[in-house]
């Protein structure tokens, strides 16, 4: 450093000269990082990403549908308030991230690419998962540990036997993994959802990315569709103590009407008439029953939400990481700095 009129300036001429007198440690970190770099990522196995992008349906009003596409060219996102739903595009995200949608995908089938695993895949993820050989020993420390806890504990079921209110200490594991690995991203202004899944095959990466999607779809069509089957039930039930009730009138009018027929007393006369009677009165309750059942069918189709597939899953031909070069290549950079740092330490501080 050298000092003008009170300010401090660099040497550049002699900050590359203290650099040069140790170039021969930079040729050895450099070296060294290469090497330790090289030995830490190149066992690290590979990941696909693979990516859905669908548009849910919009269930607004003209006025509402207005209202929230000013308040979207803004940034903001009115949700279910202008719809009335209470899950709306914005909460996707929690839903897939939540315990009980992941729990919900363990029993999804999955084969890999060279077909010589078919399993569901929560046994994939704890008996086909890949780690580095570094990690190995980790691993089994942690075995130990988990194993100490499991008899103290309870095992999870795993699979589709898995209870979300009561997850094992591997089973819970299992879903951070997923949540990590699975990714819900929602744009606020066009509300287009993309689904992103992160796996070791990418088959069962584009798969589980399908998977993903149709499940929310499903969960999404169940809740917005579950108070119109129910009643489209309980019509049905009606509907049908309705139709037995009037095919018991009917037949019980026609055994009577048949034995009765050359009767021409007034008696015989008035009870064929109420029998008459009380079958036209419950085949009106039947068909208004009916009709309310139809509805309520008609009412289901009408809940039931559309989705627009705007990229569908499809297996990813690259791996996304990985980056090993640039990884390598940046821990090189890193240690230069460092090492030009420790040289310089005395003529800089």
């Not at 330790?36 to 693979?50: A, F, G, K």
């Amino acid at each position: 450093m050298e000092q003008h009129d009170g300010e401090k300036k660099l040497d550049f001429n002699k900050v590359v000269r203290i650099l040069y007198t140790k170039k021969m440690l930079f040729v050895k970190g450099v070296i060294i990082s290469f090497v330790l770099s090289c030995l830490w990522i190149l066992p690290q196995p590979r990941y696909y990403v693979s990516e859905v992008s669908l548009a849910p349906e919009s269930g607004n009003t003209n006025m509402d549908g207005s209202i929230t596409s000013i308040a979207s060219s803004f940034g903001f996102n009115l949700g279910g308030a202008a719809s009335g739903d209470a899950i709306y595009p914005l909460l996707y995200p929690d839903i897939i991230s939540s315990s009980n949608f992941l729990v919900s995908l363990f029993d999804i089938q999955v084969i890999n690419e060279e077909e010589d695993i078919r399993t569901d895949y929560y046994t994939y993820l704890t008996k086909h998962h890949k780690t580095s050989f570094w990690m190995w020993p980790v691993n089994w420390v942690k075995n130990q540990f988990k194993q100490l806890k499991r008899k103290q504990g309870r095992d999870g079921a795993g699979g589709n036997r898995a209870n979300p209110f009561w997850l094992s200490e591997k089973e819970d594991d299992v879903v951070e993994s997923l949540r990590s690995h699975i990714q819900c991203v929602v744009d606020m202004k066009t509300e287009v959802i993309t689904i992103t899944v992160q796996d070791q095959d990418r088959l069962i990466c584009a798969l589980m990315a399908d998977s993903v999607r149709t499940r929310l779809q499903k969960y999404i069509t169940d809740y917005r569709t579950s108070k119109v089957r129910i009643d489209a039930e309980y019509y049905k039930q009606l509907t049908d103590s309705a139709r037995i009730e009037y095919e018991h009138s009917l037949q019980e009018y026609s055994d009577y009407a048949d034995s009765h027929q050359n009767m021409i007393l007034q008696a015989y006369l008035s009870e064929r008439d109420r029998l008459e009677q009380d079958m036209q009165a419950k085949y009106n309750t039947y068909t208004a029953f009916n009709t309310q059942y139809q509805a309520a069918l008609a009412k289901i189709q009408e809940r039931t939400p559309a989705f627009t597939i705007i990229q569908g899953a499809s297996v990813p031909q690259k791996p996304a990481g990985p980056k090993r070069v640039l990884f390598v290549v940046g821990m090189m950079l890193l240690t230069c700095v460092g090492i030009s740092v420790y040289c310089l330490r005395k003529y800089l501080f």
